[in-house]
C-alpha cells in the first residue's frame, strides 16, 4: 500500500475497542482512526466524540465508500463479519477482522476467496500471539528448556456470567446464530491459535459436546482431543457452567525433561517444572493489548515486512472448532 498514513474505519463500536485494540490504531506511528460506523448513530456519534474521530456513520457501506479510508477495521459480532470484510476488499480496503475470523470454516474460506480475487490483504485479531507474555512460553518451548513436547493439554472452567440466567435477552455470545457456537467459540480460538503458533496445524480433531445447565442452547460443556501436523498429541476440556470453586484457565504443555503451565486469558505466571526444580515466570503485557498485532498489521500494509496473523491461519481454527462442534 502506496499511501504513508493507514486511514482507519471502524465498522462496531463496543466494548473490544475501548481498551484492547482502539487506542492503539491512533498510538501507532502512520496509523489514524478516521471514522467510525455503528447501526446505532447516536453510538457512533457518542463514539466518534470521545475519541476525536472526526467521522461517523450509521451505514457500513457509506464508510467502505469513504475515499479517505484504506483499511477496515471490523468490531462486530461474527455473523457479520464475512459481509462487512467482503464489502470492504471489494471496495479495495485492506481488513482486519477481529475473532473469531467468521461463524464457520466456509465463511472463512468465502473471505480468503475474495481477498485473493482482490488482492486486498486480510488481517485477524489473534493478537495474544505477539504478547511478551505468550512469545516467552514460545520461547521456552522452543529453546528446548522442557525437552522434547510429548503432549499438551487445555482445561478451561468458568462459572455461568449474570446474562447467562436471562433467558430473554441472552448475550450474543451463546448464540450461535451470531456467534457461531457458544463461549467455546468465542474463547477457544485464542487457546487453539496459540498452539498451532508452537506446533504448527492441527490436521485431525475430534469431540463431544453437550449442554449441562441448560441456561441457553448452545453447547456449554466440552471434551476434545486433536493431532498437529508434527505428530503431537493434545487434548482440552471446556465448561462454562462450573462453580466458582472449579474455576481454571490453564495450558499444559508436558516434556521429556519437564512441563510449564501458562493461563490464557488471566496473565498467571508462567509456571516450569524442570529438574532445577518449580520456577514461576511473570511477564507483563501492554496497556492495550492488541497494539503488537495492530503495529505489526501497519508495518505489512506500509511494506516494512510481513504478518502472518492473516485470513488463511485463521481459517485452520474455524475448521479445528467446527470438527470438534461436529459441523463438519
Known sequence: MSNKIIKWGFIGCGIVTEQKSGPAFQKIENSEVVAVMSRDGEKAKAYAQAHNIKKWYDDAQELVDDEEI??????????????????????????????????????CTRINRIAEETGMPCFVAYYRRYLPYFKKVKGLVEDGTIGNVINTQVRFAQPPRDLDYNSTNLPWRVQPDIAGG???YDLAPHQIDLLQEMFGYILA???????????????????????????????GSWCFVAHDSAKIDRVEIIGDKGSL???????????????????EITIENP??????????????LLGKSICECNGESATTINWVMDKILDKL
Open 70 to 107: 484504506n483499511a477496515v477495521y471490523i468490531a462486530t459480532p461474527p455473523s457479520s463479519h464475512a459481509t462487512y470484510a467482503i464489502m470492504a476488499m471489494k471496495a479495495g480496503k485492506a481488513v482486519y477482522i477481529e475473532k473469531p475470523m467468521a461463524v464457520t470454516y466456509e465463511e
Open 182 to 184: 457458544g463461549y467455546f
Open 205 to 235: 480433531a475430534d469431540g463431544y459436546k453437550s449442554n449441562r445447565g441448560g441456561l441457553y442452547k448452545a453447547e456449554d460443556t466440552l471434551s476434545a482431543c486433536f493431532q498437529f501436523e508434527n505428530g503431537l498429541v493434545g487434548s
Open 287 to 300: 496497556e492495550h493489548v492488541q497494539q503488537p498485532l495492530i503495529q505489526a498489521v501497519v508495518d505489512h
Open 261 to 279: 503451565s501458562f493461563s490464557v486469558f488471566t496473565y498467571d505466571p508462567i509456571t516450569l517444572h524442570t529438574e532445577r526444580g518449580r520456577e
